[in-house]
């Protein structure tokens, strides 16, 4: 009686097991399913953003908007010419609209992220972060600098210049 209730024993172990092993196998295949879809969302994103040209004191900086409901309107609106001047203390470039961008979909406020290019809504202003700002209510991040030397030409930019944006 011994033995049967050992083999019962271990057949019931490996059962399980198996089961479990197979539970294993099925979440790695949907893990990966799950990874695919997003590289495939991630994919089609990028090959969405407007890639944009910024043309500072003669040297460009490549840079894209990005899908926002403000990024694609101001994307309509290149090619423009905006003045530049530098913001109180704060590590950005601002330049004035003079007119709204719709920010629908987007959340009501974001930190100006070293790199970022962002919309001001409540003073209607496009924002170039060479630094890195608090998180205030009214920033939308609309875009971000690719170059790498985005930060040495905005930062030592000047007040008053001229900055060509262009769709590439």
């Given at each position: 009686m011994k033995i049967l209730e050992k083999l019962l024993l271990t057949i019931a172990a490996v059962t399980l097991l198996a089961g479990c092993s197979q539970n294993k196998t099925d979440n790695s295949k949907a893990t990966k399913s799950t990874?695919?879809?997003?590289?495939?969302?991630?994919?089609?994103?990028?090959?969405?953003?407007?890639?944009?040209?910024?043309?500072?004191?003669?040297?460009?900086?490549?840079?894209?908007?990005?899908?926002?409901?403000?990024?694609?309107?101001?994307?309509?609106?290149?090619?423009?010419?905006?003045?530049?001047?530098?913001?109180?203390?704060?590590?950005?470039?601002?330049?004035?609209?003079?007119?709204?961008l719709p920010t629908k979909g987007m959340p009501s406020g974001h930190e100006g992220t070293r790199g970022a290019i962002g919309y001001w809504s409540p003073q209607q202003r496009i924002v170039f972060y060479w630094g890195t700002e608090d998180y205030y209510e009214g920033i939308h991040i609309i875009g971000k600098f690719d170059s790498n030397n985005y930060r040495n030409v905005i930062r030592n930019m000047g007040n008053n210049v001229n900055v060509r944006i262009t769709k590439e």
């Open positions: 990874n695919e879809r997003t590289s495939q969302v991630t994919t089609a994103q990028k090959e969405t953003q407007t890639k944009i040209t910024v043309s500072i004191n003669g040297t460009e900086l490549k840079a894209h908007l990005n899908n926002s409901s403000a990024a694609k309107a101001f994307a309509k609106e290149l090619p423009t010419t905006l003045s530049f001047r530098d913001y109180a203390d704060m590590p950005e470039k601002v330049a004035d609209l003079n007119h709204s």
